[in-house]
């Protein structure tokens, strides 16, 4: 060419996408991290409230499936530990968005139909029971794990994506958090007297005493969910220790006494759960066409919430190849489900 002059870019060379801005009321993002004794503070104020709703899904499954106060603790550190296991893998080799991975209220409808099954009527010891009805669960999260894996790794899933938008995936993140209304509330109304003061001081710390002291730091609201269990779990105990509930009724104590779960003593202080705890799992085709039905659904509540956390986290814009790989991550971290035995499959929470 004459003139010696540099030559012009392709066209068709791929541009980097920019970062979207950083949203108003968003104080840190993927480009802006807190620093690491805050970001400490600000994890295990997530694990408290990943806590309470993982404690709930064995609570409510595992004494139907014969377990005890030992068998509940075993699961809930099984679920914790999985849970663990799978955010970081979804952070480092999915798509790599600040999104937490923890149990499913999906997969719990079908998780309860295997547990009413026929075929475990007739054990009479409770332990067995539970340890025979936790294999079946496994065996159907493990095959419905496949569904995710091929829809992810294969590019299926990319194809679908490409037709999605924030738009669309509102309605999907919103079903999904309304639906653990049903949940909480009527927890908070087994013990009143002790739900309703966590509310009301969760509502104080993060909506009214930041307007009153004008803060640059922003201490109350950012660690509001800390400064309320502290308060309200020392007001349970006092309560507790008070005597008043000494002559409650047995459901009114397990729910309101903060000595009564029985977590506390069945749990060791250190386990390192593994793979086929409970025994070789085993397979139904009945249980398994379920669980793949709650592995589906979950697959797109996910796909909602990647593109709101990618959005909220002030990442570019989610490519539908990396989204569709961290929905491959996403049906390992259910096959580990199946393969640690958690009663319930994994999703991003929401």
């Not at 996408?17 to 108003?24: C, E, R």
């Not at 620093?35 to 609570?59: D, K, N, R």
């Not at 202080?269 to 705890?277: A, E, G, N, Y």
């Not at 025994?279 to 697959?299: I, N, R």
Request: with cysteine.
């Amino acid at each position: 060419m004459a003139g010696g002059g540099a030559p012009a870019p392709k066209q068709d060379e791929l541009q980097p996408h920019p970062a979207k801005d950083q949203l108003p009321n968003i104080s840190y993002c993927i480009t802006s991290p807190p620093p690491w004794p805050e970001a400490i503070l600000l994890g295990f104020q997530h694990y408290l409230v990943m806590l309470g709703t993982t404690v709930l899904i064995p609570t409510a499954l595992v004494p139907q499936m014969g377990g005890g106060n030992d068998e509940k603790a075993k699961v809930i550190q099984t679920l914790l530990f999985v849970a663990g296991l799978n955010t970081l893998a979804q952070t480092v080799f999915g798509t790599r968005l600040p999104a937490v991975i923890g149990g499913s209220y999906t997969f719990v409808a079908p998780t309860i139909s295997i547990i009413l099954a026929g075929r475990y009527n007739g054990i009479v010891d409770p332990h067995e029971r539970f340890k025979r009805t936790m294999r079946g669960i496994q065996g159907a999260l493990i095959v419905a794990s496949t569904l995710q894996i091929i829809f992810g790794f294969s590019g299926l899933w990319r194809n679908v994506t490409r037709f999605l938008s924030p738009l669309s995936a509102v309605p999907l993140v919103a079903l999904a958090g309304f639906g653990l209304f049903e949940l909480a509330f009527p927890g908070v109304a087994k013990c009143i007297e002790i739900g309703l003061p966590a509310l009301i001081a969760l509502l104080i710390f993060s909506q009214y005493i930041p307007h009153l002291l004008h803060s640059e730091r922003r201490v109350f609201d950012r660690f509001a969910v800390l400064f309320s269990v502290a308060i309200v779990w020392i007001y349970a105990h006092l309560l507790t220790v008070g005597g008043a509930y000494k002559h409650a009724s047995p459901q009114t104590q397990l729910s309101c006494r903060t000595d009564r779960s029985g977590l506390i003593n069945a749990a060791p202080w250190i386990r390192v759960p593994w793979p086929f705890q409970w025994g070789a799992p085993t397979f139904d085709a009945g249980e398994v066409f379920a669980m793949m039905m709650a592995s589906f659904v979950g697959l797109v509540e996910s796909t909602g919430t990647f593109i709101a956390v990618s959005r909220y986290a002030s990442a570019t814009p989610l490519p539908p190849s990396i989204l569709s790989r961290g929905i491959g991550w996403q049906g390992i971290g259910i096959l580990a489900s199946g393969l640690f035995g958690t009663v319930t499959g994994s999703q991003v929470s929401v």
